[in-house]
């Protein structure tokens, strides 16, 4: 059984910086993408940030590229989302999520993934 435990949200001020962690267990990392998404309240599910190939792949949203920097510890089990530079509108509930096997195109279409997390709350004040 796949579980996912994100943790590592939390309130910070716009420029500021966060560091998400998700730990994985019954998963085998580099097995597949995994990813984070987010969901703002009355806004559709995001994905901002895939890592592929074992960890030597990564895509981002344009909306989080060069502020976001998603990476793996295999020792660990752990996926990891370094935010910098946030801005209020990155506030939101944020998701990791994994899949076997490689999505290939489309890699941050949320339907391509079948395990999720409970998600963490970013929050970013101005």
């Known amino acids: 059984q796949v579980q996912l435990v994100e943790s590592g949200g939390g309130s910070v001020q716009a420029g500021g910086s966060l560091r998400l962690s998700c730990a994985a267990s019954?998963?085998?990392?580099?097995?597949?993408?995994m990813a984070w998404f987010r969901q703002a309240p009355g806004k559709a599910r995001e994905g901002i940030a895939t890592?592929?190939?074992?960890?030597?792949?990564?895509y981002y949203a344009d909306s989080v590229k060069g502020r976001f920097t998603i990476s793996q510890d295999n020792a660990k089990n752990t996926l990891y989302l370094q935010m910098n530079s946030l801005k209020p509108e990155d506030a939101a509930m944020y998701y990791c999520?994994?899949?076997?096997?490689?999505?290939?195109?489309?890699?941050?279409?949320?339907?391509?993934?079948?395990?999720w997390g409970q998600g963490t709350q970013v929050t970013v004040s101005s």
């Open positions: 999520a994994a899949r076997r096997g490689n999505t290939g195109g489309r890699p941050l279409s949320d339907y391509l993934y079948s395990y």
């Open positions: 019954g998963y085998t990392f580099g097995s597949g993408n």
């Open positions: 890592i592929y190939n074992g960890g030597r792949s990564t």
